[in-house]
Nanobody
Framework: QLQIVESGGGLVQPGGSLRLSCAAS????????VGWFRQAPGKEREGVSC????????NYVDSVKGRFTISRDNAKNTVYLQMNSLKPEDTAVYYC??????????????????WGQGTQVTVSS
């Protein structure tokens, strides 16, 4: 059974950095895209970043371009989200999801097969 576990969230000051991890068990992620999503209080969940199964393709929502970097270590079956220059508007619960296909084709929920429980990121002074 596929399980996804996110970690690495916390409280950080504006301008700070965090690295989120998404560890999977029960499925080798090598052949599947992985996406990061976030949901702020009172808002809908939004796609933040996605990386293809072979790591050759990445994409980001405009609001995080140049600040966030997604990467993967298939040997560890783990995907990371390095978040730099954090802003208060980045505050949200961050979720990771394993895709159904190799490529990133958007952030529609039906493109992803399994979600983690999320990790809280709070950016505040």
């Amino acid at each position: 059974q596929l399980q996804i576990v996110e970690s690495g969230g916390g409280l950080v000051q504006p301008g700070g950095s965090l690295r989120l991890s998404c560890a999977a068990s029960g499925l080798k992620l090598d052949y599947y895209a992985v996406g990061w999503f976030r949901q702020a209080p009172g808002k809908e969940r939004e796609g933040v970043s996605c990386i293809s199964g072979n790591g050759g393709s990445t994409n980001y929502v405009d609001s995080v371009k140049g600040r966030f970097t997604i990467s993967r270590d298939n040997a560890k079956n783990t995907v990371y989200l390095q978040m730099n220059s954090l802003k208060p508007e980045d505050t949200a619960v961050y979720y990771c999801a394993a895709g159904r296909y190799l490529a990133c084709s958007g952030y529609s929920p039906n493109l992803f097969r399994s979600w983690g429980q999320g990790t809280q990121v709070t950016v505040s002074s």
